[in-house]
């Protein structure tokens, strides 16, 4: 992994060091998963390697592991284990499991992702997306609007979990990544042993992956006056139709409007209603997933809790890396909205620049550290 | 709700409940495994003997066998039908039965709905209530062009419907509201059955039976017999392919499947669609499905040769990688490969493959054309 970054001994030293810093800064505010004795632990080492199937007694056990392996990535499983040491999934003892969710940003395809996301061919070379050829790797940047897309996603996931789906507000946190998503946690001893297949119907449910426009029309195959009693995605549906063609969205008014393409509006509608979380995160409950206030290994940021997802700043808050200035040599660097300022963009630069900038430039294996 | 108890005629059709072992004590029957057996000529006892093997063999259990007769009676059969099943000590007949009883009593609830939907409700609600645990309310709620009869909670309702197929049970498709789900009265009484199904699946295994009388014993060891005469046999032996070399996610639904879990619809689908596709013989992968609970030898045929396009003239492609993610069927490891179909599996080579078969594919057209095959069987 480090490798393929192309990070040196020097700037593994660097991270290393200032990830080390920020652990025992941190060690006393560090969040401990509740029944952390039943989860299994897992560590990003800084030569690359996962080790999986740790275990913590106690908070005490699990910080002081933290403190003295200084991993690059700490996560736990959000799956209650009778056994988490145990390496074959199947005889850990599933006992059941929290419910995940993840929104990525790239995912929602925002257009700055073709603007700030770039390639890094073998001679050192850099390329847009478009440009690439076998070999070169890709970077991916976060701006400010990446985090706007992704809140908007959030605050639609919210709604249907909350208003939909009846999960207790008090039950779910939500957390920025560290780099461009969010996880939003929900933690409700009640919904704990829901299996794989409810929870892939939960996701179905969000991303209307199995939807189809004729599901729609039999919610909307009524009359005005009852468009009003609609709950759930249909009512969502229905509400984008109304904007979009400012009609009681009824199905003879959207095939007088649309002149018989119904289909089309109601796929439309539906597009903007689904939340795009990845399948895989919530259904998968063999999963590891990273410790909320960790640092994040493509960052150097941390996994930020947001109370209030709508005054989050996750660019300046999850900050968690120190400021003093560190030399380093820039190959290539896309503006970078971090701790509040404005850096680059950079191009075959050397400069001093606060450390916790310097860790994001280094984690994307884009600068290196000058002596 | 716990308030509400049943009267004898609705215990007569809740015969697993504790309620109607007291039943049959006040009614003067009270009697040990031992007492039964010297009862043997007691009408209840045929009826037992015919209700085990009609839901073991047939898969069902006829409504008419048992109409009419007295509540203690009905209660009764079932306890001489569950002895015999739990003697086999066979599973799949455990689940057979246990899935057969949750059917009939899911039919004499709908019977009762369709001859006062009022009287209907307050037995289903109750079932839910006193029999699951699961409070299931009474809403009278319309939303969009439908008028919603009762409401079940979100968890509940997952636990109930995820083994049923997604395209017509799954939440998406369903009326949902503050954790709410909300269903008419004939979809409530379905959704019953899985869960009645484990509770008599656990009643019965919960049954002891140390010193089983001649007659008891000679029953379950005819109910075998007959099991082993008329149920397909597992494919393990008929099969011409290599199951090594089937992809991971196959080779663990097989095991699933012959362990005799009722495995989810879109998992049935999926294996159906590989094995025609792989070139199993028609007669193998009906056979695969037998130890299927609720395994129904002529539907399975018609779906499987259906999905082999043998009747409606359309064969079914296998669900490619990244649809079996969606659906959490896929077991990758790291023989896969970055392979996107499960045919392209490289263990694969050299599996005969029939014309036109085979390839990624999947998406929406399954997904279409999925809604012709009935969610029961497979």
Known sequence: MAEGRGLGAEEIEFLRTSYREYYYRASASLWIPHHLESREIGFLTFDGYFRR????????????????????????????????????????????????????????????????????????????????????????????????????????????????????????????SGHRGFHLHVEDEELLDIGREARAQIVDYLTLSSYNPGLAEGFLRTSGAYLDTLVGWPRRIADALRRRYGISPTLDALAAVTRGNVDAAIEAAASEVRVRVDPQVTMDVSRIFRLPTSLNEKTGMMKLRCDDIVTCDPLSDAVAIGEEPVKVEISYAPKLHLGGYVYGPFKLTTMRLPAFVAAFLISKGVAKVVK | ??????????????????????????????????????????????????RARSAVIGGGIDPGALDGMPPEHRILSFVVAALIVRATDNQYAIRRFALAEARYLEDRVMRRIRTNAEDGRLLLTAIYSRVLGMPLVASARRIGGQVFDVRLGLKHYLSLSSSLDASRWGIVTRAVDGGQVYMKLEDASRLLRSGIAGIIENRIMSMKIADLPGPLAEEASGLLKEMARTRPSAPAGNAPIDRSRYPPCVRSLLKRLESGENLPHSARFFLATFMVNAG???????????????????????????????????????????????????????????????????????????????GGGGGTGIRRRRDRISEDEL
């Not at chain 1, 985090?147 to 009846?166: S, T």
């Not at chain 2, 009906?286 to 040769?305: G, H, K, L, M």
């Not at chain 2, 490619?320 to 490891?333: F, I, M, V």
Request: include cysteine; aromatic fraction near 8%.
């Open chain 2, 1 to 50: 709700m716990s308030g509400v108890s049943f009267g004898a005629e609705e215990l007569g059709d809740l015969p697993f409940l504790p309620e109607a072992g007291d039943l049959i004590m006040r009614r003067g029957y009270a009697m040990s495994i031992s007492e039964l057996a010297e009862n043997w000529n007691e009408p209840f006892i045929r009826a037992g003997i015919d």
């Open chain 2, 280 to 358: 199993v013989p028609i007669d193998d992968v009906v056979a695969a499905f037998s130890r299927s609970p609720d395994f129904n030898e002529r539907i399975t045929r018609y779906q499987v040769e259906h999905i082999a396009g043998i009747k409606g003239g359309k064969r079914y492609s296998v669900p490619s990688c990244s649809k079996l993610e969606a659906q959490g069927l896929c077991a990758r490891d790291e023989t896969c490969n970055d392979i996107r179909s499960p045919m392209s599996y490289p263990g694969r080579r050299g599996i005969p493959r029939p014309d036109g078969g085979g």
């Open chain 1, 53 to 176: 199937h740790l275990r913590a007694n106690s908070p005490g056990e699990f910080t002081t592991s933290i403190l003295r392996e200084v991993p690059w990535g700490v996560f736990y499983s959000v799956s209650l284990y009778e056994d988490p040491e145990n390496p074959e999934m199947d005889r850990k003892g599933w006992m059941g499991a929290d419910i995940a969710f993840d929104i990525d940003v790239k995912d929602l395809h925002p257009q700055c992702i073709d603007e700030h996301d770039f390639l890094i061919c073998g001679d050192g070379s850099v390329h847009a997306l478009a440009d690439g050829s076998p070999g070169c790797r890709r970077v991916d940047w976060v701006c400010p609007n990446c985090v706007e897309v992704g809140r908007r996603e959030v605050l639609k996931l919210l709604d249907v979990l909350q208003r939909d789906l009846g999960m207790r507000p008090d039950a779910i946190s939500i957390y920025f």
